[in-house]
């Protein structure tokens, strides 16, 4: 809490009362986290800042949320740190949020700034966030240059750019995306190029490094547009476009190129981006993988779900050392090939929805990095001794499989804090060995509804309640 105590603002409208009053103030303190901050609530339509300021004391106001009229902040919360300011007058004055020194974070997201934002903005030097979504805000001023949570040059809108009824008419929608501090806080930007070409729109945009980008449809220049490009993402490309100006973006870590259909195969260019350090390639029709991609040293995720390999998974995939996460989801596997033990980062592997009613592969005793592993769907009835020399497995999803009781392997996994096994229809048991797991934090087995020992009811209740059951159970057999 604050120094002094907080009072109960007098005069404090009730919830019933304050929908009735336009003007409420909303007084946040500075306590742990944001989540235990106490709100309290003030009408100034009859307050003075003095009468308010006595009402709630001598403390540091460093969150402060405000609808409506604006009071003197100088005056009622010169230290703020955090402001949120809503259905503020079109024509209100903030003059006096230029002596808020303090302030890192301002949000002005839902206002109107019908004749463009306010100067004062770009003196608050201090800030490391800013909101200004949905402002009606067709240019920013150049003070906010001097910001540090703006691009180093001023942004325009693009000329031309379609309103939100026009854009569902476009087939080619590009979204330019700006690097600032974190990724929430980016600002997007819409433009059609059917009838703009790339010059053009880099007249419009700016000179400004786009380090993220997002494309529908055709693909323009990309090295021309954004060759510092670090994130890019392909949405509903033509089939037959060409991906030749990808081998210039020697910047990008990220590529998605999800959901799009390579039916002929994946371009052999995108085993030319060496920098790359995640792929996203599911929904793709893929049947086989090019052996250009061992080239991509450097690549720590890859996504490969929901493509149906022919002759199971590309053994390029082994060549890739660095990989921390794979996902194959719905691949239709039915084995898992011995190459998969050269991965020895992997900390992730998705191999959910594949077929292993055969037995599942010995190799995963390999993978011996693995911190999580998710076999949901996969038919299993049972899982090999292997499991158990995953001494780093901290998760285990087996959920809606056709296990009769849990894996003797399992028991093994000391490093084990969650286990899901829910929808396991045919489970009756779990054994007593499940007490060696002292990690274990979570243990989840909804839907398995023939567990008798210990009970469904007990089951449902935790891990903790299982092992209050069999401490009885081990006392009793003491007796």
Known sequence: MPKRKCKKLKGTPSKKDRSSKPTVYRVQYSLSTRKSYDWLFASLQDKTVEKLLNDVGEVSITHFRCKGKIPSLNLLCPMVKELC???????????????????????????????GLPEVVGALTSLTELHLHNCQLEDLPQSCSHSGVMPKRKCKKLKGTPSKKDRSSKPTVYRVQYSLSTRKSYDWLFAS???????????????????????????????????????????????????????????????????????????????????????????????????????????????????????????VVGALKSLSELRLISCKLQDLPEFLSSLTHLKVLWLGENNFKQGFPEVIGSLTSLAKLFLNNCQLQDLPESLSKLSQLEELNIKENELKEVPGAVFHLTALTELDIRFNCELTKIDEKVMALNKLQKLTCDGCLKLVSPSYGVCQEGIHTIREYFNVFRQGRKK
């Open 85 to 115: 300011l809503e259905n503020i007058p079109e024509n209100c004055q903030l003059e006096s949020l230029s002596s808020l020194t303090h302030m890192k974070m301002l949000w002005l997201g839902d206002n109107k700034f019908t004749k």
């Open 193 to 315: 190029l059917q009838d703009k070409t790339v010059e053009e729109l880099l007249k419009d945009v700016g000179e400004v490094s786009i380090t993220h980008f997002r494309c529908k449809g055709k693909i323009p220049s990309l090295n021309l547009l954004c060759p510092m490009v670090k994130e890019l993402c392909l949405e509903n490309i033509l089939e037959n476009c060409q991906l030749e100006s990808l081998s210039s973006l020697t910047h990008m870590k990220m590529l998605w190129l999800g959901d799009n259909k390579f039916t002929k195969g994946l371009p052999e260019v995108v085993g030319t981006l060496t920098s790359l350090t995640e792929l996203h390639m599911h929904n793709c029709q893929l049947e086989d993988l090019p052996q250009s991609l061992s080239s991509l040293t450097q690549l720590e995720v890859l996504v490969l779900s929901y493509n149906k390999f022919k002759e199971g998974l590309p053994e």
